[in-house]
């Protein structure tokens, strides 16, 4: 029996299969098919590769080929993920957001499940608003994996702004990620502002000035060391701070808020209203805080001020009550 006769009839039951091997011994030069067909064959070297042949295609069919390029492809994106959020940890550059979109797909999926795409998912909840979810899946991380510091850090940040009662959870767990990893300033920043906020200010700056060692150009190690600094009432040093923070990224507009609400204290209205009109054309979002905001107490009678304010945003009279701490609306930087 010819050799290539027995293989069409081997592979006659699998007809994609099938024409593949048929091509190949067709379109192969005519030495290889001299090997294909030499009648010196035996009928158990042909059932012996017929059986090869069989098996062949029975692996090929049990491997989902396209599933395993997708999971290749979602590997490879997971790990510029996490490259891109060294630089660029709460996802805001379109890049970033896109490599962790697709991370946290397929780890939602059950695709590709993995500390890493975990964390992407638990980012990408607390991007949605999804605070609730990107908690409980951190809180799974951090016991999975207790010798990663980025879950301690980013849970850390999101309970302490969760309250006053939950500051001193987020100070543990901030500790925790900068035992892990004594070089990282984010989450000595992010210490800084929890400590401020439970009213420890000699800690605080502490923290936040280890922030600056660690990472000189960081906007949110300014933002947030600036906000201390207004709490403490160094106007001029915060001033500089938040400065720099906007020469640093001219299109944030917490730096360009917060200078608004310093040059409101300072008394300097028409600083004020410049910077605050800037925020609020990059963030629409920002005109709502500022209708509410004890900062701006002192402009709220001026045309201007209400013109810029309340135009698009709740009345006086409707907006939301706020608390007059000291710091109770300045915006931080970063998780």
Known sequence: MNASIHIKAVTAGFPQEGAFFNRLFQDKPTKIRKVIDVKKWTPWTIALAAACVAVAVTLWRQFDWTERSYISFVADTAGEAMMMLV????????????????????????????????????????????????????????????????????????LGRDGPEYLEQAESLLRQAIAL????????????????????????????????????????????????????????????????????????????????????????????????????????GMRRDAAVDPYFDGLHLLPSFQALVYDNAAAPEEAAPVGKEEDASLTDEGA
């Not at 605070?131 to 991380?141: D, G, T, V």
């Not at 200010?201 to 600036?226: C, G, K, Q, T, V």
């Open 87 to 158: 630089e660029d940890p709460l996802a805001m550059r379109p890049q970033t957001q896109q490599a962790v979109r697709i991370t946290a797909a397929a780890a939602s999926a059950g695709h590709y499940v993995t500390p890493e795409s975990e964390y992407a998912l638990a980012l990408q909840y607390q991007r949605e608003g999804n605070s609730k979810e990107a908690k409980a899946l951190l809180w799974r991380i951090v016991e999975e994996s207790p010798s990663w510091s980025w879950p301690y850090a980013l849970l850390g940040s999101m």
């Open 181 to 284: 990893d004594p070089d990282w300033a984010r989450p000595h920043n992010s210490l800084a502002v929890a400590l401020r906020l439970l009213g420890r200010y000699e800690e605080a700056e502490m923290s936040a000035l280890r922030a600056l060692e660690l990472a000189p150009d960081d906007i949110a190690a300014h933002n947030n060391y600036a906000n201390l600094l207004l709490v403490l009432g160094r106007h001029e040093e915060a001033e500089a701070h938040y400065a720099y923070a906007v020469e640093l990224e001219p299109d944030n507009p917490k730096p360009l808020y917060n200078l608004a609400c310093l040059y409101s204290v300072m008394e300097r209205d028409n600083d004020a209203l410049t910077f605050l009109a800037a925020a609020i054309e990059l963030n629409e």
